[in-house]
């Protein structure tokens, strides 16, 4: 397969007898069904790519020129959220528009009700070519999609298991996944049906690998380090200070900070057979790089501070230049539609699975109601129909994806999903009765989601100005005001100030837990 970076527009002639041909099939539909062909649909989705790393959602660290780019062409959703901040449930949710506890994959483990309607198994019977390219990551095999190509391994050399069997890749797995994807989509074009594709990035997730090109990216530059990277979390429940996901502590030497260290832990001796899987020319760059900045590492005599902030610099950088080959993947396929004629009739969008804490009070992972883990970039170009560059403020949350790509498809999408359909507010028209707050569940019911990263299980509510949590097994609450006090620094809960705030927002997660069927 070629490399992403030497990927070839088909050849002019190619390209014309293409756009003739569908042309003409367009023709043929228009007589048949009286309305305009349906729109492509491509869903490039990324994996813990929070909004405080697109320079289009303000990042103080990095710039996103390609995302940026789409941004410019479409709608960006600036209150975009998830309504469970972690991997699988987040797909599952994709899939069916539901809250995990409606699509039974509450946490990391098995539970997903493959039964349910998805928005791939009612745009594959309504005659669309279906596709699913890179991580999945839910409890049952992909249904719905013609072609699937499912990612195993982490970011180097990974294989791919399709409808045919597994094959190996070599490359990086973000340059990889849209190879395969611009292959697919290279092949529907050809076609006369209309297509949609689920590019399911792994990046970037941890172990933050980034691909040979990117390393040098931020070398010798000192980023700004988050306001809240030494939180003390003094006016918070014990949720937050229990938690295993601290910069200062709970990065693997090896796993996630790149030093030369074995046989420390479980996870740095996976480093080890991660790097095993490079082949010789990738690991001779990457221990070429590594090395000598390994040597700065903080010495015994360091403080807590130094080496937190030297453990947060390895940590963002690689976890920046991971997310570079997301902006580029965003590119890459866009130039491919571009090339092809293809982007008139495809709607794309970027979002991804959850956001993260880069270095946020002092964390790192996700799982929180907490904003930076809660919000989620959801940028869509729908040409002919979203407004160029345009913003919208509404609460958004990604169990509105699913019966959005269907209204976008015109097939009727099942009444028992919990999203709304965005496309008024892509036509900048908000419903009078848009939703005034948003149900978060972080509440596995599986022992994983009790002990990963420790984090207890909540519930949550988010309005436009306040937020609501509500820590089951303790039975602690936060409540913040996100206009006074954005940064959450300030539980306000047992204040009296906000008791009748308090008692409208139980209200309200009370109303939302019932309209949800939450148990
Ligand atoms: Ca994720």
Redesign the pocket.
Known sequence: MASLRSYTPPPCARFLASSVLLLATATVLVAQEAQPRRPNIVLIYA??HAQHALSCYGSRLTTTPHIDRLARDGMRFSQSFVGNS??GP?RATILTGLHSHAHGQGSNGPGFHNDLPTYAKLLQSSGYATAVVGKWHVSSPPTGFDHHAIKTGNYYNSTFRTEDGTEPSTGHVTDVITERSIAWMKEQSERDKPFAIWVSHSAS?RTWMPALRHLAMFDGVTLPEPETLFDDYATRTDAIRTAQMRVSRDLFPAYDLKLSVTGKSILDNAATRLLDTMTDEQRRAWDAFFAPRNETYPGADATDAERTRWNWQRYIKNYLRTAAGLDDSVGAIRSFLETTGLTENTIVIYT???G?FLGDHGLYD?RFIYEESLRTPCIVSWPGVTKAGSTCDALVQNIDIAPTILSMARVPHDASMHGKDLSPLLRSETPADWRDAIYYQYRGTEPQARTSHLVAPHEGVRTDRFKLVHFEDSEAWELYDLETDPHELHNEADNEAFAEIREILERKLAQLRASYGVQ
């Open positions: 994996d813990d972690i991997c987040a997730h991804s699975d959850q993260f996700k």
